[in-house]
């Protein structure tokens, strides 16, 4: 038994019809049902449902031996006793920095930047690489307000269409990383399940192959 971690919300839409090309379905309905772990019709597979940014943490402490989560998250985390196996091309995004619209064509001349983000770490390593000194605020929820209220100069957000944040007054500057979905695994369980893990990751690359 291999157990697949999947991460909640709009990644489990697109993925869910993935699983499906390859012959897996949950037996229960993920979008109404309580449960935390999913048995799938395969008796060899089962589901766990979590968000996204637990994804990562599962797979490598071995709680989950697979599991399918946006490359953002994998960054975030820092990939530790992970393999990546596989890019499942979809949910593809940008993090990206962005700012004010007045403040689009102004060089930055403070000596210490703030800015407001979840993505702490990828930040971190973004401006120290630029050379600049910034101040990371973390935040959970609702980036686009920080530079509106003061709080930051710049935020780093995942970027898709950037409707969010031209409804905010915001625009969106310099691309930190491209996201997208990856199959990810547990170190050890590529030794002890690898014949499994193989096919799976085998499966969902024809799959994407043929779409």
């Known amino acids: ?30 979008f109404t049902s309580r449960k935390l772990i999913f048995e799938t019709n395969r008796d060899d597979l089962q589901c766990v449902i979590i968000r996204a940014t637990d994804v990562p943490t599962y797979v490598q402490f071995g709680a989950a031996d697979v599991g399918i989560v946006g490359k953002d998250g994998l960054l975030e985390h820092g990939g530790e006793g992970l393999c990546e196996l596989l890019d499942l091309q979809y949910s593809k995004c940008r ?62 957000d995942l970027v898709e269409t950037g409707s969010t944040l031209k409804a905010n007054n915001l625009v969106a500057k310099e691309v930190v990383a491209h996201s997208s ?13 690898h014949a499994a893990i193989a096919e799976l990751s085998d499966n969902l690359a024809s799959a994407i192959e043929t779409e």
């Open 1 to 30: 038994m291999i157990t697949l971690a999947l991460s909640k919300g709009r990644i489990l839409k697109q993925t869910l019809p993935l699983l499906e090309e390859i012959g897996i379905t949950l037996k229960d309905d993920p």
């Open 95 to 156: 993090l990206m920095t962005a700012v004010r619209v007045e403040d689009a064509d102004r060089p930055r001349t403070q000596k210490s930047l703030r800015v407001a983000t979840k993505y702490v770490k990828s930040a971190k390593k973004y401006y120290q690489a630029q050379g600049i000194q910034a101040e990371i605020i973390k935040l959970y929820g609702a980036m686009e307000l920080a530079p509106l209220v003061g709080l930051a100069d710049e935020i780093v």
């Open 181 to 193: 979905c990856r199959l990810i695994a547990n170190a050890a369980s590529m030794r002890v399940h």
